[in-house]
């Protein structure tokens, strides 16, 4: 099967992008909810923080795929546990900006390290030029998102983050 899915497989960018996200995000996502008591979303909203602070759910959401809605819960809920502060944003009344409270710095600063040892570890299967290559062409794959259909029959299930 695994054969037949890499080599036979007229989707094989979805398939192996899939696979390894899978293998990547179970294991991880798990040990943040058993340590932390944080779902994916929540500690998305964490880890988007602790690499560019004082964002609003609408840039969360447009960089990391997840609905607008699901990220502004995530945050309500964050706020609660002292992990977050919202304050009215400078430039648009109507938004609020969030940032990590030194208790959400803390937690992030505890779990960055298994996410990079795990990434490193799934990398080490390719040289440094190699690494560096796939990083580029992701990161082109990334910017264009924005510009794929969000349905396969042409009509938006929810509006492009």
């Known amino acids: ?3 037949a899915k890499l080599w036979n497989n007229p989707c094989w960018l979805t398939y192996r ?3 390894l996200a899978l293998r990547y995000n179970t294991p991880l996502y798990a040990f943040v909810e058993d340590k ?3 779902s994916r979303p929540e500690f998305v909203v964490i880890y988007s923080l602790g690499l560019s602070d004082h964002s ?3 840039d ?3 960089s990391s795929g997840f609905p607008q809605n699901t990220l502004s819960r995530a945050i309500h809920r964050l706020s609660g546990l002292g992990l977050l502060a919202r304050a009215e944003d400078p430039a648009d009344g109507r938004r609020r900006v ?3 409270t030194a208790a959400g710095r803390a937690l992030f600063e505890a779990a960055l390290p298994h996410f ?3 990434e490193r570890r799934m990398l080490s299967a390719l040289s440094t030029a190699e690494q560096e290559t796939l990083s ?3 990161a082109k794959m990334v910017m264009a998102a924005p510009d794929w259909p969000t349905t396969v029959d042409g009509k938006d299930s929810y509006a492009n983050p």
């Open 1 to 3: 099967m695994m054969e």
């Open 17 to 19: 992008l899939n696979y």
């Open 36 to 38: 932390w008591g944080l």
């Open 56 to 58: 609003n759910a609408v």
């Open 60 to 62: 969360i959401a447009a």
């Open 98 to 100: 969030v940032s990590l």
């Open 116 to 118: 990079v040892a795990f």
């Open 136 to 138: 580029n062409l992701m």
